[in-house]
């Protein structure tokens, strides 16, 4: 199926001309993968917008290459992927990066998933969305890993993707308005450590 894939793409030997050097479909039985990345031990994550009609969550997940990750699910096979966490109704999961684990922040936030929602839930302005979410992972490297989410930053306008600077910083897109295309900014996310808190634990020593 070439839809609701993910490909790996090797930019040393694909060669579009070539039907023996296509991109590699890498999983399948993926909506719309918007934010993809790789976390410490080189493990692919997306997160993949859920389907409209019917109206499906979003998911966040980890990829398990070769494997069927359950979308369309009349065409999804038994044992397809789960998704480790749901995301809300129409929130839009879009860009997502993992802090290094030896990043400035400390070891807290080592590994931790932070992941843009642009939209807010069923499109309602009341309900939870256009926000970042950092997401802790426990057993990422088992077969069936487990994950949380809490609000890290809220009340952007569209949040669009989320970066960690070479400096440990946390940097997020945020598009703007759909209607005021010039009212996108970036901003850069710093943690300020207080005095005595030398190993950055958010404690003071």
């Known amino acids: 199926i070439p839809a609701a894939t993910l490909l790996r793409i090797d930019l040393s ?6 039907s023996d050097h296509l991109p590699e479909v890498y999983a399948y039985g993926l909506r719309n993968a918007f934010g993809i990345a790789l976390d410490a031990n080189g493990a ?5 917008n859920g389907r409209d009609t019917p109206l499906l969550p979003d998911e966040f997940h980890r990829v398990v290459p070769g494997a069927h990750h359950g979308f369309p699910s009349e065409f999804a ?3 397809a992927v789960l998704p480790v966490l749901t995301l809300g ?3 839009s999961a879009n860009g997502l990066d993992f802090y290094p684990e030896s990043g400035w922040w400390g070891p807290q936030y080592g590994g931790n998933a932070f992941l843009a929602r642009f939209d807010s839930e069923f ?3 009341t309900r939870e969305g256009r926000d970042v979410l950092r997401i802790l992972i426990e057993d990422s490297t088992s077969e069936s890993p487990t994950a949380r989410y809490s609000v890290f930053a809220r ?3 569209r949040p669009l993707d989320v970066q960690c600077d070479p400096f440990g910083n946390l940097v997020i897109m945020e598009y703007g308005s759909v209607a005021n295309l010039s009212d996108g900014v970036l901003y850069r996310m710093s943690l300020q450590i207080r005095q005595g808190d030398a190993d950055r634990d958010l404690d003071i020593d």
Do not use: E, K, L
């Not at 030997?13 to 070539?18: A, I, L, N, P």
């Open 13 to 18: 030997t694909v060669d579009f001309g070539r």
């Open 44 to 48: 692919v994550w997306v997160g993949d």
């Open 77 to 79: 096979p038994p044992d």
């Open 89 to 91: 109704f129409g929130t």
């Open 123 to 125: 499109n309602d302005p």
């Open 155 to 157: 009340r952007f306008v």
